[in-house]
């Protein structure tokens, strides 16, 4: 029997996706499942306003959980726009070269935590560097019409899903929406016996 997918819907504008990222790319060291990664287009490149309190409240709520989890955070550079497309364009290279989660969990930590400038190449450059990544591949990867197709179908299957926050995590028909819903997802699989013993 094939290992169940979960497809992990992810925004590099999302403090709650960096969040989880950890605990989402060590999902397959625990339960015998293929986590897909799944980078989207943030909400407000998407045409959806996220309004001025509901960000501030964001980054309170997520200071506190960042403390609980012991994850850096507080230096941020909104990476909107241009940073959030060119770190989607890098992800799905990454992901083709076997890099995605050292790239995710390094971009997303430069964001959140260093307030990385993603949108030049002097601030992307030494996370995809430190990722293990070739700086000239990534470069290309910015231009690549393909790794943008991918992006767009992602972004798409978040809203075929009848979803739009992020991070959500896709078990089959099932959706677990946020961070904290992690643990619920741990526990399906293992009343699932998915877990690895």
């Known amino acids: 029997m094939s290992a169940p997918r979960v497809e992990f819907f992810f925004s590099f504008r999302s403090p709650y996706s960096y969040l989880a990222a950890p605990r989402a790319f060590a999902l397959p060291r625990h339960f015998d499942v293929e986590l897909v990664f799944r980078g989207v287009m943030p909400m407000a490149m998407r045409g959806q306003a996220v309004p001025l309190a509901k960000r501030l409240h964001t980054l309170r709520d997520t200071k506190r959980e960042a403390d609980r989890l012991g994850l850096p955070f507080g230096r941020v550079h909104d990476p909107i726009g241009a940073g959030a497309l060119r770190c989607l364009l890098v992800g799905e290279h990454a992901a083709d070269a076997g890099r995605v989660e050292a790239f995710v969990l390094e971009a997303s930590r430069a964001i959140w935590s260093r307030a990385a400038d993603v949108a030049c190449d002097g601030g992307l450059r030494p996370i995809c560097e430190r990722a293990g990544l070739r700086w000239e591949a990534c470069a290309a990867a910015l231009e690549d019409p393909v790794l943008r197709a991918r992006v ?37 699989l293992r009343q699932a016996g998915r877990q690895i013993r």
């Open 152 to 188: 767009d179908a992602n972004t798409q299957r978040l809203a075929d899903l009848r979803h739009w926050g992020v991070p959500v995590f896709a078990l089959g028909d099932e959706l677990f929406w946020g961070q904290d819903r992690i643990e619920d997802l741990e526990l399906t």
